[in-house]
C-alpha cells in the first residue's frame, strides 16, 4: 500500500447518502474493458471497489493486489473490509500492509456490513443493474448449478476437480458473477479466468486442455450453496439438521436460493457427498413442498396410536 492510503471505519447505520459522501470523487467513473465496479478481492480481476468478508480475510496475505493488477486505471480504488469492528479491522490492516505502487490512491474502509448488502448499495448509488460476485467455485453437478463455498484450504478447488472427472462441468473457480434474469439467478465466469481452476498445491489449471471443452459450462443457474465448514467446529447440530440435512437460504441478486451445510473431515469423500445432496435437491424440486421419498415421509410420520402400548 501507498502512504496515500488512509482506514475509515463506517457504522452500519448510515444510509445511501452518508456513503455518496464518504466515498471518492469518480469512484465509478471511467471503467476501463474487463474492469468490475464491485466484487471480492481477487488479484486477477481489476476491480475498482474489493470487497474482504471474513473468509478472504483468511486467504488474503497483503493488499497491495486486493484490487487487481496494477495501472489499469487511474481513478481511486476502494477496500472494503466487511462484517467486522473498527478495532478488528486496523488489526488486520496493519498486519496485512506492504509496500505496492499504484498510479491511483486506494482508500480503505470498514464497517459491519456484508459484502451482499454492499454491493447492492454501490450499484444503487451509480445507477447499474444489480450484480453479485460471490467468492467460490460455480459448478454444473447433475444439471443443477451449484456454488460451492468455504474458507480457504477447506477443500472447494479440490472436490471441484474430483467433480470433473466425474463428468460434471466447471462454470466458474474464484469469482463467478450472477445477476437476476426474470425469476432466475445466472452466474457465469469473467473471460479471463473462463476455464481455469487454481488447486492448492498444484497452481492455476487450464480445465480445457486437461479434460476438453465439455468440462466447461459457461453460464448457469444458480439454484443450490452449498457451504463447506470443518466438522470439529462449534456448530451446533440439531434434531432437524440431523433428520433434513443442515440447511437454509441467502439472498443473491435478489433471489432466495436454498443452502445446504456440509461438514468437512477427514475420510469424507465431499465429491459423493455433494452428488448425493445434488440429486436429493433435484428430486425434491420434482416433487415440490413433499418429501424426496415416500419411505422417509412414512418413517418420520408420528401415529400417536402406534406409539401408545394397547390396553390390555
Same mark, same amino acid.
Given at each position: 500500500?501507498t502512504?496515500?492510503?488512509g ?5 452500519a447505520?448510515?444510509d445511501?447518502?452518508a456513503?455518496?459522501e464518504i466515498?471518492?470523487p469518480s469512484?465509478?467513473?471511467?471503467l ?5 465496479l464491485?466484487g471480492p478481492a481477487n488479484p ?16 488474503l496475505?497483503?493488499?497491495?493486489r486486493?484490487?487487481g493488477?496494477?495501472g489499469t486505471s487511474?481513478?481511486p480504488?476502494?477496500?472494503v473490509?466487511?462484517?467486522t ?9 496493519e ?9 491511483s ?7 459491519p456490513?456484508d459484502s451482499?448488502?454492499?454491493s447492492?448499495r454501490?450499484?444503487?448509488l ?10 467460490g ?11 460451492i ?9 479440490e ?5 470433473i ?11 463467478p458473477c ?6 432466475e439467478?445466472?452466474?457465469?465466469c469473467?473471460? /479471463?479466468l @473462463? %476455464? ?5 498445491? $498444484?497452481?492455476?489449471l *487450464? !480445465? ?6 465439455? #468440462?466447461l459450462?459457461?453460464?448457469k ?5 452449498v457451504?463447506l465448514?470443518p466438522?470439529d467446529?462449534a456448530?451446533?447440530i440439531?434434531?432437524?439438521? /440431523?433428520? @433434513? %440435512?443442515?440447511r437454509?437460504?441467502?439472498r $443473491?441478486?435478489?433471489h *432466495? !436460493? ?6 468437512v #473431515?477427514?475420510?469424507r469423500?465431499l465429491?459423493v457427498?455433494?452428488?448425493a445432496?445434488v ?5 425434491e424440486?420434482?416433487r415440490?413442498s413433499?418429501p ?7 418413517l418420520?410420520a ?11
Amino acid at each position: 500500500m501507498t502512504d496515500n492510503t488512509g482506514h475509515l471505519h463506517v457504522t452500519a447505520s448510515q444510509d445511501d447518502a452518508a456513503w455518496q459522501e464518504i466515498l471518492p470523487p469518480s469512484w465509478s467513473e471511467g471503467l476501463v474493458e474487463g474492469e468490475r465496479l464491485v466484487g471480492p478481492a481477487n488479484p486477477w480481476i481489476p476491480t475498482r471497489i474489493a470487497l474482504i468478508d471474513h473468509y478472504l480475510r483468511e486467504s488474503l496475505n497483503d493488499l497491495a493486489r486486493a484490487n487487481g493488477p496494477d495501472g489499469t486505471s487511474e481513478h481511486p480504488r476502494l477496500i472494503v473490509l466487511t462484517e467486522t469492528a473498527r478495532d478488528e479491522a486496523e488489526r488486520w490492516i496493519e498486519g496485512h500492509r506492504q509496500g505496492a505502487h499504484r498510479a491511483s490512491a486506494t482508500h480503505v474502509i470498514s464497517t459491519p456490513e456484508d459484502s451482499d448488502t454492499l454491493s447492492r448499495r454501490f450499484r444503487r448509488l451509480c445507477g447499474r443493474p444489480p450484480k453479485d460476485w460471490r467468492h467460490g467455485v460455480f459448478m454444473e453437478i447433475s444439471g443443477l448449478g451449484v456454488l460451492i463455498r468455504g474458507a480457504a484450504g477447506i477443500g472447494k478447488s479440490e472436490v471441484a476437480l474430483e467433480l470433473i472427472t466425474r463428468g460434471h462441468r466447471l462454470v466458474a473457480d474464484d469469482a463467478p458473477c450472477f445477476h437476476a434474469r426474470g425469476s432466475e439467478v445466472t452466474g457465469s465466469c469473467p473471460k /479471463r479466468l @473462463f %476455464g481455469l481452476l487454481e488447486v492448492r498445491g $498444484i497452481g492455476i489449471l *487450464d !480445465i480445457r486442455e486437461l479434460f476438453g471443452s465439455n #468440462a466447461l459450462k459457461a453460464r448457469k443457474y444458480l439454484r443450490l450453496i452449498v457451504d463447506l465448514y470443518p466438522a470439529d467446529s462449534a456448530r451446533p447440530i440439531g434434531p432437524d439438521q /440431523r433428520l @433434513f %440435512g443442515d440447511r437454509g437460504a441467502e439472498r $443473491i441478486a435478489g433471489h *432466495d !436460493i436454498p443452502v445446504w451445510r456440509l461438514p468437512v #473431515a477427514p475420510g469424507r469423500n465431499l465429491a459423493v457427498l455433494l452428488e448425493a445432496i445434488v440429486r436429493q435437491r433435484n428430486l425434491e424440486r420434482q416433487r415440490g413442498s413433499r418429501p424426496a421419498s415416500d419411505r422417509v415421509a412414512t418413517l418420520l410420520a408420528v401415529d400417536s396410536t402406534t406409539d401408545s402400548p394397547e390396553e390390555p
